[in-house]
């Protein structure tokens, strides 16, 4: 890891915050034991800037469907290359994703390209806002880095108007009873109500579609951010696959395979009713290279099984992976939906927790394993990477078993 410890040198001096993904900060690593900095990838694997390679299942925090470096959306980007990579007129590839996009997803009727899913989910807010005449918006676990989201955070509220924070409020998935006791409180004044429409856990007792009746009957929008779950659960996204409809949605991250795309789409009558008096324009939102990369994307999930691969790797990794933990005897177990995993461990206190993951992931790198903080699955993943993975995880966990009968012997 030397040259990636020089370069996380280098970074101190010169980059704010060190890493430009929360996600990848310096506490959620181990020095000296996990990769800084990572030099290419191809299909499902990485090298490091020390060419360490490794199977990666963090692809980007979520972006990489495909893989690294795919031939097709790969082909799209260098065609479009050679005509410009962007104008200050509409570009034909604008209408071509929207169509796309409006053919694919239950809730689009009219679409919007921006660059991030923080964007995404400013502009669905902003539309709500404006549409309903209210200011209030119940939201769920984290929807970007702007105002109106971070107001609702216990942590970095450094800029933030504290005005701000009485407008945004928290609700638990599956707690429909949180979300009728807000609109109880401030009848008359919530705006929307935005929720991923899965993470980890699956939806209880019809919350989904029983959440979407009570926005109805308060006047209130559901807005699905889908920036993680867009495309990777299936390409109508998880409202597709759930069979719930929201008033709007937010997609990003694997809307064009690792290029900066993203949009806010939703009801005709929504967006044309707030048309000529919501502000969305952004200068990069037409740009051509993501747009050739997001046609591309959106061809390959039609024409090939791309969901049912991605299904399919995941199922794979999570019962094995629990066997294996449930044969060891380890408090840890890989939950979620299969394209989107999350590894949870378990124990008394938080020490002992944090102590087992590092102890994993820092084994699982050792042998040419990169885990993040959700596993996700792509498209060009093969059957040997999940052999080699599954090998590197019983290596792992039985080092893991070895701390675990540790901490017991003392006592702790």
């Not at 009728?180 to 899965?198: D, M, S, Y």
């Not at 789409?265 to 747009?291: C, H, N, P, Q, W």
């Not at 590894?343 to 790198?365: L, V």
Request: aromatic fraction near 10%.
């Amino acid at each position: 890891m030397h040259k990636s410890e020089t370069y996380w040198a280098r970074a101190e001096g010169s980059i704010f915050s060190l890493v430009q993904l929360y996600q990848e900060g310096s506490g959620n690593h181990v020095k000296g034991n996990y990769p800084r900095f990572i030099q290419r990838g191809s299909h499902g694997h990485i090298w490091d800037v020390d060419g360490n390679e490794y199977v990666d299942y963090d692809m980007g925090l979520g972006p990489i469907i495909l893989g690294y470096c795919y031939e097709a959306v790969n082909q799209a980007v260098m065609d479009q290359l050679q005509l410009g990579t962007h104008f200050s007129l509409v570009s034909p590839g604008e209408v071509e994703y929207a169509e796309l996009v409006i053919e694919n997803i239950p809730c689009a009727e009219k679409v919007r390209f921006l660059k991030t899913g923080s964007s995404a989910t400013e502009a669905a807010v902003r539309i709500a806002r404006a549409y309903t005449g209210r200011s209030h918006i119940i939201r769920g676990e984290y929807h970007g880095w702007h105002e109106w989201t971070i107001a609702g955070e216990g942590y970095r509220q450094g800029g933030i108007i504290s005005e701000a924070r009485q407008y945004i409020h928290m609700c638990r998935y599956n707690d429909l009873s949180s979300f009728e006791k807000l609109f109880h409180q401030h009848k008359g004044e919530i705006a929307a109500v935005i929720i991923e429409p899965l993470i980890i856990q699956k939806p209880k007792n019809d919350f989904l579609k029983n959440l979407l009746d009570l926005c109805h009957a308060e006047g209130a929008l559901l807005i699905f951010d889908e920036v993680v779950t867009g495309f990777r659960f299936h390409l109508g996204g998880a409202q597709k696959y759930l069979g719930i409809t929201p008033d709007l949605a937010t997609f990003g991250k694997a809307a064009a395979n690792g290029l900066p795309l993203s949009f806010v789409t939703g009801k005709k009558e929504i967006m044309d009713a707030v048309d000529k008096d919501v502000y969305l324009f952004t200068t990069f939102g037409g740009e051509r290279l993501s747009l050739a990369a997001g046609i591309a994307v959106i061809n390959e999930l039609k024409n090939r099984d791309v969901n049912d691969r991605i299904w399919s790797l995941g199922g794979r990794l999570k019962k094995e992976t629990n066997a294996l933990t449930e044969r060891l005897g380890l408090d840890i177990s890989l939950e979620g939906s299969h394209p989107r995993l999350m590894f949870n461990f378990k124990g008394s206190n938080d020490q002992y927790r944090r102590q087992m993951k590092n102890t994993f992931m820092q084994e699982c790198i050792k042998r040419g394993v990169f885990l993040g903080w959700t596993i996700f699955p792509c498209y060009t993943h093969t059957d040997a990477d999940i052999d080699l993975t599954m090998n590197v995880f019983e290596d792992a966990m039985k080092v893991c078993k070895q701390y675990k009968d540790s901490v017991r012997a003392w006592g702790g």
